[in-house]
């Protein structure tokens, strides 16, 4: 048995106790007292899940799988980039409402900031309903917005380089930012090691074996053989943002206890974007060499396997009783031939949404949300009315029969405020 499989199931028997009382624990009773973990997997796709799943190689997923419910989430149609479907998330509603059209402004070329969104997210509504509430490297949350608890924003991740200032309003309340700043970590901190388990440098064709192949393929080779550093370089990048983010929602979690915990997760996409050609040689319509093959051809799958093992440290962090849901933003399909490598031409059109917990059916496989419904449905999950200016619907296959009967709240015209532009 290799080193890597025996990591895997010694992850799998540590926290197979603690998931199933997580998930077993949650029993009946007011819908206001539940405690939620969100967990946002951007651009995790089902394609790839599943053999995974197959071979035992997510077992904390697999776990809120056989005690929740899971579906397909559908993303926005046309595609659209992951700030604005994270937002379409958050707010239960299209880009025209909530503000967030891009990364960046087209007419101003600034950054779409938070500010700049119109609309309110459910967790500024729970906070208002009396939740207290954490909200962990979600995109497009930058500057800090006051909460009902934290807020850790997507831009705490970026360390500070000569030069380059931080900026302001990194975390709400501001200081938070002392307590939290010596749990971020830096592509430079990495090790060797810790990047190793998802690459496999030594596998790299060496340049006599390059010189073998026929002349189309010798110079892609050679670029492959010189380019080896560099192209796994970004993966550093990738693996600290996450690696930052799980630290610091494990620290509040265990130092700030709130009733409903949000946290993003990018890695996964960006290691997609980077490394799926290679593990799909001969398929994507550009072409790619041995060696790319042979060092990242595993990367996609070994780092699903790591948002597995992330995923299970945020559950067993949290705790017995709590609701847990994952969603992604969209799939992944890679290059395609006849288009354009890179951005929304690689995505998929469905994620994936998995909900364990009291209200959620057991065990079951449903049909297709969409990711206009996630706040909706959790409005309702808590007994809130949902608001007729949403483009969302509650997704009522995926609740227990009779919860929404019980729990069920009218409809409100809207949670939005007037003066939301001027807070």
């Known amino acids: 048995m290799t080193r890597r499989l025996l990591a ?7 926290t197979t106790t603690i998931l199933v009382a997580a998930l077993a624990g949650c029993g009946g009773g007011d819908p ?7 967990v946002g997997i951007d651009a995790a796709e089902w394609a790839v899940i599943r053999p995974l799943l197959e071979e035992g190689r997510m077992p904390n997923l697999q776990r809120l799988i056989d005690s929740g419910v899971s579906c397909g989430l559908r993303s926005l149609e046309p595609k659209q980039k992951s700030p604005v479907i994270w937002t379409t998330i958050a707010t239960g509603k ?21 500010n700049v969104r119109t609309a309110r997210t459910f967790w500024d509504i729970l906070g208002e309903e009396g939740k207290t509430v954490t909200v962990i490297g979600w995109l497009v949350s930058w500057p800090a917005e006051a909460v009902n608890g934290y807020m850790v924003t997507d831009y705490f991740r970026f360390g ?5 200032e931080l900026p302001e309003d990194l975390t709400y309340p501001e200081e938070l930012l002392t307590e939290i700043e010596p749990l971020r970590i830096t592509s430079d901190m990495l090790t060797d090691e810790e990047i190793a388990r998802f690459v496999s440098p030594d596998a790299a064709l060496t340049r006599d074996e ?34 930052t983010f799980l630290r610091v929602a494990k620290h509040l979690i265990r130092e700030h206890p709130t009733d409903v915990c949000i946290v993003y997760l990018r890695g996964v996409d960006s290691v997609c974007h980077k490394f799926w050609a290679a593990a799909h040689r001969g398929e994507v319509g ?14 996609v799958d070994l780092y699903y396997e790591y948002a597995d093992e992330m995923l299970g440290e945020l559950v067993e962090a949290y705790g017995d009783g709590a609701t847990v849901i994952v969603c992604s933003d969209h799939g992944f399909e890679g290059p395609k031939p006849g288009k354009k490598p890179g951005g929304i031409n690689e995505h998929g059109p469905v994620g994936v949404l998995i909900a364990a917990g009291d209200g959620f059916r057991s065990g079951v496989e449903v049909g297709e949300a969409n990711v206009r419904d996630v706040t909706p449905t959790i409005l309702a999950l808590y007994g809130l009315p949902v608001a007729n200016d949403m ?16 729990h069920g709240a009218r409809n409100i015209p809207s949670y939005e405020r007037m003066d939301r532009r001027t807070e």
């Open 160 to 164: 500070q380089k000569p030069g380059r």
């Open 32 to 38: 206001a007292d539940r405690r939620l973990l969100m």
């Open 391 to 406: 483009d969302g619907e509650v997704f009522e296959e995926a609740f227990e029969p009779g919860y929404l009967a019980r």
């Open 8 to 14: 895997i199931g010694l992850v799998a028997a540590v």
């Open 94 to 114: 299209n880009p025209e409402k909530h503000g967030i059209s891009d990364y960046i402004d087209p007419t101003s070329k600034k950054i779409l900031t938070s």
């Open 286 to 299: 550009i072409p790619i060499s041995h060696t790319d093959a042979r060092v990242f051809g595993e990367t």
């Open 210 to 243: 390059a010189r073998e192949l026929p002349m189309d393929e010798l110079f892609v080779e050679m670029r492959a053989i010189d380019a080896l550093e560099r192209t796994i370089a970004p993966l550093r990048d990738f693996h600290a943002g996450d690696r």
